[in-house]
């Protein structure tokens, strides 16, 4: 089991930054690859970035690249999202969630093991 906790959403003004942490327990956190994924109402839930294990490789969807910067602390066990420039499209319910297979990591929703409960990000214009 792994649990997750995230933090750090709240109300920010457009070109504003935001950065969200996720914390994790239950298992060894360097032996899993970690991503954060975003959803709005009536929508899919999509990948927003991630990172491997050892931060040795990361990805990003390109709507938040270039803006947008993943990294984890596995001493601390915690991954965080760092997000500049924010635009009003990026208001969404911001999930971490942990994918416990042996390669590197997936930006797909369904590979994904366990999920956080979510933290709001709303981007005002």
């Known amino acids: 089991q792994v649990q997750l906790v995230e933090s750090g959403g709240g109300l920010v003004q457009a070109g504003g930054s935001l950065t969200l942490s996720c914390a994790a327990s239950?298992?060894?956190?360097?032996?899993?690859?970690m991503g954060w994924f975003r959803q709005v109402p009536g929508k899919e839930r999509e990948f927003v970035s991630a990172i491997s294990r050892l931060s040795r490789s990361s990805d990003y969807a390109l709507s938040v690249k270039g803006r947008f910067t993943i990294s984890r602390d596995n001493a601390k066990n915690t991954v965080y999202l760092q997000m500049n420039s924010l635009k009003p499209e990026d208001t969404a319910l911001y999930y971490c969630a942990a994918d416990l297979r042996p390669s590197s990591f997936s930006t797909r929703v369904r590979e994904y093991d366990y999920w956080g409960q979510g933290t709001q990000v709303t981007v005002s214009s």
């Open positions: 239950g298992r060894t956190f360097s032996n899993y690859a």
